[in-house]
């Protein structure tokens, strides 16, 4: 736990074509992190939209961040882009390399690894690109959240809010995380067990895979393409 009065600057990368609620879901949980600073930044300070069109606007550009004590990472369809973009991964490895914590949601995991950072990490993502892992030099793990060192993994999307938390409780301890999760009233209580591969309908896990699965086979090359520049092949 860091000394609470200590404060912290807490920073998301946003970006087009991210999921919101990788972002949204943490940002529930982080922006009412004790004596902290919460900010959105984008690689040209400009607004952004989701993948499903929702406009977000950032604080400011990722070249006017301080030093941030907790980066966050998030994931989405768009993450594609910024795989082979240097401008965002050196912003991403010389913010990881000042900060107390980084916390990757979904595929903001592969992002993280395009900047050389998951080599021997244990890590977790979305389940339809979690065999990409070792592309990177990740050790993969079957997890909703995964914590190595000060690195938090979160599976995919709803687990942004789990990992954020768990994340709360490594900076401020787990009363304050209990206090923010009873503020959100998070207990949940899904109307169905569908939430993962295994527990899934097999026909209902089949449609997902089928609807993911040009969007897969484009992150598995540029995964390949980063495993060669980062000489892990």
Not at 48 to 76: E, F, M, N, T, Y
Not at 160 to 180: K, M, N, P, W
């Amino acid at each position: 736990m860091i000394d609470p009065d200590r404060h912290l600057n807490i920073g998301s990368l946003i970006f087009d074509g991210i999921d919101q609620i990788d972002l949204t879901g943490p940002f529930e949980v982080l922006a009412r992190v004790p004596n902290s600073t919460y900010r959105l930044y984008s690689r040209d300070g400009g607004m952004i939209r989701d993948l499903k069109g929702l406009r977000i606007s950032p604080d400011a550009a990722i070249a006017d961040a301080p030093q941030l004590d907790v980066l966050h990472i998030p994931g989405g369809f768009g993450q594609e882009a910024l795989m082979e973009d240097e401008t965002v991964l050196s912003w991403i490895r010389a913010q990881a390399a000042g900060a107390h914590s980084v916390f990757s949601v979904c595929t903001g995991a592969l992002v993280c690894g395009a900047a050389g950072l998951l080599k021997g990490r244990r890590a977790t993502t979305h389940w339809a690109s979690f065999h990409l892992l070792p592309y990177f030099g990740a050790i993969p793990v079957d997890e909703r959240v995964v914590i190595d060192g000060d690195w938090v993994f979160a599976a995919g999307v709803t687990a942004g809010i789990d990992g954020a938390l768990r994340l709360v409780a490594e900076l401020r301890g787990d009363a304050a995380a209990q206090a923010i999760q009873l503020y959100m009233v998070y207990a949940p209580e899904p109307p169905f067990d569908a939430g993962t591969p295994a527990s899934a309908p097999p026909e209902i896990y089949e449609a997902m895979r089928d609807s993911v699965a040009a969007v897969t086979a484009q992150r598995e090359a540029t995964a390949k393409r980063v495993q060669a520049r980062l000489g892990l092949g």
